[in-house]
């Protein structure tokens, strides 16, 4: 195994990043009903980080922590994934929302409001609301959601990089991805932003806002569906 930054065994990595394992977990959490357990998701974290001292390799050029952020997160993802609660018809309406915003967005040329939204599924705004929090809470949406798998997880063999073409529809997803979240509504962009980038909590971005914990998750999945609803090219619509 190749060492990172100098520690010499798995259980010296798994001491040194089990805080990294416990942050990941607990701004997941904050989007996920009260029924998963922090302590489910860490447990599933674990296993990840125990799997990336196995396999990575310091030549790749990506510092141990990154390989590990992304291998501790897809692990948490296939746990909520096989275990994914949300009954059939929460999956059905989220998609009924992405298909309306490409409808309104296609016939205007303009961001798809709420209300325009909900006036093409020919439901009230507050039927709209609620969709949006059933679809943040159904399951972790994330850029995976969208066809990408939080950065090459691979599938536990000592290979970092996905195979060539594998590698060059990544890119262009990639690419994509990048630019439809750049046509985002600014407010969208930086509640994205504000959760990835600075990896934030909705109560922490709320407050930023000023505006409630549960707006914040509706910002969130609306951006997400939209973005669904832009890259329908690439998700077969």
Request: hydrophobic share 40%; charged share 25%.
């Amino acid at each position: 195994m190749y060492t990172a930054q100098g520690i010499r065994s798995n259980d010296e990595l798994v001491t040194r990043y089990a805080p990294l394992v416990k942050r990941i977990a607990y701004h997941m959490i904050g989007r996920l009903p009260a029924s998963v357990m922090v302590d489910d998701l860490i447990q599933a974290g674990m296993i990840g980080l125990l799997d990336a001292a196995k396999h990575y390799d310091e030549h790749q050029g990506a510092s141990f922590e990154t390989y590990a952020s992304i291998r501790v997160r897809g692990a948490m993802l296939d746990e909520l994934r096989r275990n994914d609660w949300a009954p059939k018809s929460v999956h059905r309406k989220a998609r009924d929302v992405a298909a309306a915003v490409r409808r309104v967005e296609a016939e205007t040329g303009n961001d798809a409001s709420g209300q325009a939204v909900a006036d093409e599924m020919g439901i009230s705004l507050d039927e709209y609301h609620r969709i949006l929090l059933d679809a943040s809470t159904c399951k972790v949406i994330n850029f995976d959601d969208l066809g990408m798998d939080e950065g090459a997880m691979g599938d536990g063999s000592d290979e970092i990089s996905p195979a060539p073409l594998q590698a060059v529809q990544d890119e262009r997803f990639a690419t994509s991805l990048s630019g439809a979240i750049g046509t985002l509504p600014e407010r969208e962009r930086l509640v994205l932003s504000l959760y990835y980038d600075k990896e934030l909590n909705l109560k922490e971005i709320g407050a930023i806002l000023g505006v409630s914990e549960s707006r914040i998750s509706q910002l969130l999945s609306q951006a997400h569906l939209r973005l669904r609803a832009r890259l329908g090219d690439w998700l077969g619509k």
